[in-house]
């Protein structure tokens, strides 16, 4: 007999495995919806808790975390009807890339050489090639953390700008979102995926070298990585940690990295273009756990107060 299923959850659970950088300590407490409903009753439930997709932009700290983790990683279900698409904030972007182009919809191709799921894209407003995941976006389903209830955000009032969206903000948690694509020729959007993949094999270091992605954001009408360049950070390697040759805005774990290691190669790299540019880069990384001194004192200075969206 079928009867109600038990959310999954895991106590005292190591992280690392589970981010890109394969770099993350013991969680108290992890949590792992696999419904809608699901996740919003737990949303509602737990007084304090941090929300991650598939950690693919995450600096997860060696030390852990004394709290709550609540993984999208199973909330799996999309949908596709017509030019719509509906999908769970867990589902992975590049899979749902290819199941739009097997579908003959346009608007997705950019995130086939992104790991990051649904969720994640969002809150970041992911983009790459002139495309970006706002550019399709009808309807937001977020639930609210003030109010404990499901609300529902049109594209305008998700306040999208470059690597920003609403959800960044704190107050909202995003459940599902549906999109409207744009229906193409099947071969033409094939085409631009196979483009777009080859594109990230020579500039985007691949997983089997553990990494979180662009380290910094582009600053206003600037490329983080040339300026990163330029600053001479491709020299740089360290015992367990180096900057990645091909594209000096990419830190690469070489096998037994920390935490504290990678926040010691983005300081030397800000410290590089601030010293030559006179321009201080902004991370796209996100940290997340406990911290210890050395690491506090250099997520002051990388994390001080944003000064650009």
Known sequence: MQGERDLIIKDNYEIKNHTTYKIGGIVKKVYFPETQAEFSNLLRTLDDYIVLGSCSNILFSSNGYDGNIILTTELKNFEIKGTKIFALCG????????????????????????P???????????G??????????????????????????????????????????????????????????????????????????????????????????NPENDSAGRLLDKAGVKDFDMQNVKVWENHANFIINKGNAT??????????MYNAVKNKFTIELYPEIIFIGNKTKKEEEIWNILYKTKTQK
Do not use: W
């Open 91 to 114: 589902v992975k972007g590049p899979m749902l890339a290819q199941k739009a182009a097997d579908s003959s919809l346009s608007g997705f191709e950019f995130m086939i050489g992104f």
């Open 259 to 268: 935490s504290e290691d990678v926040l010691e190669l983005m300081l030397k």
């Open 116 to 126: 990051g799921s649904i969720g994640g894209n969002i809150a970041m407003n992911a």
């Open 128 to 217: 790459a090639h002139g495309q970006s995941i706002s550019d399709n976006i009808t309807n937001c389903c977020l639930f609210d953390k003030k109010s404990k209830e499901i609300i529902y955000k049109t594209k305008s009032e998700m306040d999208f700008s470059y690597r920003h969206s609403i959800l960044q903000d704190g107050q909202y948690v995003l459940l599902h979102a549906e999109f409207d694509l744009k229906k193409s020729n099947k071969d033409s959007v094939q085409e631009l995926i196979s483009r777009n993949l080859d594109f990230r094999k020579n500039i985007q270091p691949s997983l089997k070298y553990p990494n979180a992605g662009s380290v910094f954001k």
